[in-house]
């Protein structure tokens, strides 16, 4: 059973990086037609699909975040990362690493779909 967790600074300030990783478990990020994903969710909104890293390491961004977004992965340590810069408090969320079936830009199907539990980002100063 595939099992991803968030990690990363809980707090960030204006105008810095946001770096978030996700460690996996159970499932290799290589093996194909699975995708990687990071989503979010800031308070009182809905899920906002952010990028997706595939298996063969190609990524695909939102076009609101493709400016500031960039997703690497560490195939030897089996997981992938999220970097965000020039954040401003809009950028508060939690934030969700995900795998999805396939290349869907944009939230997965709950059901087609294996979530981590999620970290909570601030940016304040």
């Known amino acids: 059973q595939v099992q991803l967790l968030e990690s990363g600074p809980g707090l960030v300030e204006p105008s810095q990086t946001l770096s978030l990783t996700c460690t996996v478990s159970?499932?290799?990020?290589?093996?194909?037609?699975?995708?990687w994903n990071w989503i979010r969710q800031p308070p009182g909104k809905g899920l906002e699909w952010m990028g997706v890293i595939a298996y063969d390491g190609s990524t695909y961004y939102s076009p609101s975040l493709k400016s500031r977004i960039s997703i690497s992965r560490d195939t030897s340590q089996n997981q992938f990362s999220l970097q965000l810069i020039s954040v401003t408090p809009e950028d508060t969320a939690v934030y969700y690493c995900?795998?999805?079936?396939?290349?869907?830009?944009?939230?997965?199907?709950?059901?087609?779909?294996?979530w981590g539990q999620g970290t909570q980002v601030t940016v304040s100063p």
């Open positions: 159970g499932a290799s990020i290589t093996v194909s037609y699975y995708s």
């Open positions: 995900v795998r999805g079936e396939g290349i869907v830009l944009g939230v997965p199907d709950q059901e087609e779909s294996d």
